[in-house]
């Protein structure tokens, strides 16, 4: 069984910064595919980014390319995403998610039936 639990996200003004991170228990955490979801009141649950096993690729929506970062390390089974320059438009409960082991093109777990295992979400709220 895997159990990702997410941690970090809270309140900031518009233009501020959050890290957070995700927890997962299981020792073949590095095997796989890694993503962060967000979904905000009332819409769909979106792709956010994602990273290879390694580290070595990483894919982000268009949205919030340039903004955040995901970062992952496989010695501590975690996983990370860097919010900067946040909008009032990226509040939302943000998850994350174990997707594929294999990566493949540029885009290749954008969808959420990729995903397998998800956290609890935490919540980011961005005020204007």
């Known amino acids: 069984q895997v159990e990702l639990v997410e941690s970090g996200g809270g309140l900031v003004q518009a233009g501020g910064s959050l890290r957070l991170s995700c927890a997962a228990s299981?020792?073949?955490?590095?095997?796989?595919?890694m993503g962060w979801f967000r979904q905000a009141p009332g819409k769909e649950r979106e792709f956010v980014a994602a990273i290879s096993w390694s580290g070595g690729n990483t894919d982000y929506a268009d949205s919030v390319k340039g903004r955040f970062t995901i970062s992952r390390d496989n010695a501590k089974n975690t996983v990370h995403l860097q919010l900067n320059s946040l909008k009032p438009e990226d509040t939302a409960v943000y998850y994350c998610?174990?997707?594929?082991?294999?990566?493949?093109?540029?885009?290749?777990?954008?969808?959420?039936?990729?995903?397998?295992?998800w956290g609890r979400g935490t919540q980011v709220t961005v005020s204007s």
């Open positions: 998610a174990r997707g594929p082991t294999a990566w493949r093109g540029a885009t290749p777990a954008r969808d959420r039936s990729d995903y397998d295992y």
């Open positions: 299981g020792r073949t955490f590095s095997f796989y595919i």
